[in-house]
């Protein structure tokens, strides 16, 4: 079985020198059962980085329901909770008691690219479900396993919008109250997928680039700034994968939230956002947390979760 091995782009300048060439391994190295113990060792060391999974891009989330989905080409994976037990429909944001409409709201959730962010977002979608939400935690193309490439944002951008008209049709989905949630390059794709569609009620992006060429020009990792030059291009290839540059078609409500000291997508992308759509006559929102990285402590998420819940349900009523 084949696995292909993606790596975060931020970490292509710190990757080990190729060794100088020295001397061959000893033949007791050579012999089978050691080789194939260290061929296991590495494979496992593989899929703990993220490296691959032989046989599903996402791992599994408790009490989810694995899912594909075709599109364009590319059959895009995902992991689909039902409102827990206890959360929904009586509880859902939105159902007030009395209301003869039990069907709950529905979030679609887009990981960032790399493998703490996509634990992160598995963390994200329980508590979503434990909330009263549908979700679904989807791999577009190019990430682990769906096949496709990542192109920054084009196909992609497409793959967001066919599980939005996916999770419109799921049985117990109220087709009127969904959103769409990111996480870094997630929430470049969610923010670009409600200007491309109008399903979306509501959308939230966490640490999101707004502006491709501003990020490459500012972002403290070397190594983003070189895939961006190679995978998004400049001008108008960059444009086109650029959310601020797409916010007059964004009608749907907009949550930013940002760490003021991320230097892998600097806040400035957040700003940009905001003063794009406030030109726009755009409806956004702002968090801008205080010693938070890309990545948040504890305290910086509950505090991130409560202005999230709190415009989801105002949005999704």
């Given amino acids: 079985m084949k696995c292909t091995v993606e790596r975060d782009p931020s970490l292509a300048r710190h990757s080990a020198p190729e060794p100088a060439p020295g001397p061959r391994f000893t033949p007791a190295l050579r012999s089978l059962p050691i080789r194939r113990a260290m061929l296991v060792a590495l494979a496992g060391l593989l899929a703990m980085l993220g490296g691959c999974n032989p046989i599903k891009p996402l791992p599994d989330v408790e009490g989810a ?88 944002g084009l196909e992609q951008t497409a793959d967001a919008v066919a599980a939005l008209d996916w999770m419109a049709g799921r049985r117990g989905v109220h087709p009127r109250r969904l959103a769409v949630v990111g996480l870094g390059r997630g929430g470049q794709l969610a923010l670009l997928a409600a200007a491309a569609s109008k ?82 006559g755009g409806r956004v929102e702002t968090l801008f947390l205080s010693g938070a990285t890309h990545r948040f402590s504890p305290e910086q998420s509950e505090r991130a979760w409560r202005r999230l819940e709190a415009f989801l349900r105002k949005a999704l009523r």
């Avoid at 979503?128 to 939400?133: E, L, Q, T, V």
């Avoid at 001008?235 to 230097?263: F, K, M, Q, T, Y």
């Avoid at 806040?267 to 956002?273: F, G, I, K, T």
């Fill in 65 to 152: 329901e694995y899912v594909k989905l075709p599109a364009g080409g590319a059959l895009l994976h995902g992991q689909y909770l039902r409102p827990a037990a206890g959360s929904a429909p009586g509880n859902a944001p939105g159902n007030a008691p009395g209301n003869a409409d039990r069907r709950a709201p529905a979030i679609v959730l887009i990981p960032a690219f790399t493998y703490l962010g996509l634990r992160e977002a598995m963390a994200l979608a329980e508590r979503f479900s434990r909330a009263g939400y549908h979700v679904l935690l989807l791999s577009v193309r190019g990430m682990r396993g769906t096949g496709g490439r990542d192109d920054c």
């Fill in 199 to 280: 399903k979306p009620r509501a959308v939230a992006a966490f640490g999101a680039p707004a502006d491709i060429s501003a990020w490459r020009a500012t972002t403290g990792h070397p190594g983003i700034a070189e895939w961006i030059g190679t995978v998004c291009g400049a001008g108008r290839r960059a444009r086109l994968r650029s959310p601020a540059a797409a916010a007059g078609r964004i009608e749907a409500p907009v949550l930013l939230i940002h760490g003021e000291d991320n230097r892998r997508v600097p806040p400035a992308q957040s700003r940009l956002m905001r003063d794009a759509l406030t030109r726009r």
